[in-house]
């Protein structure tokens, strides 16, 4: 069983950034794609970023493309996600999450998910 954290939430203002960690633990960390997620109030949960197992493969949601950045240490066991220029509109409890497959690509299902991380952002 994969255990999945996430760290790094936190109370900021708008156009700071923030930097999200991730550590998945309980397999080959790199055979998995780790994504990002996020739930805003009232909102659904929704994709934010992705990274293949490799680390050469990355996909964002075009509200986000320019601004986060998303990477991984397959030597530590970890991933980031470096959040810039952020919104108001960015607040949300962000999610890691983690699939049995080192493909990752807009769509695709993941399997291991961490009780998330609050990020607020004020205005």
């Known amino acids: 069983q994969v255990q999945v954290v996430e760290s790094g939430g936190g109370l900021v203002r708008a156009g700071d950034s923030l930097r999200l960690s991730c550590t998945a633990s309980?397999?080959?960390?790199?055979?998995?794609?780790m994504g990002w997620f996020r739930q805003g109030p009232g909102k659904e949960r929704e994709f934010v970023a992705s990274?293949?197992?490799?680390?050469?493969?990355?996909y964002y949601a075009s509200s986000v493309s320019g601004r986060f950045a998303i990477s991984r240490d397959n030597a530590k066991n970890t991933m980031d996600l470096q959040m810039n220029s952020l919104k108001p509109e960015d607040t949300a409890v962000y999610y890691c999450?983690?699939?049995?497959?080192?493909?990752?690509?807009?769509?695709?299902?993941?399997?291991?998910w961490g009780q998330g991380t609050q990020v607020t952002v004020s205005s």
């Open positions: 999450a983690a699939r049995r497959s080192p493909i990752a690509g807009p769509g695709v299902p993941y399997d291991y």
């Open positions: 309980g397999g080959t960390f790199s055979s998995y794609a």
């Open positions: 990274i293949s197992g490799s680390g050469v493969s990355t």
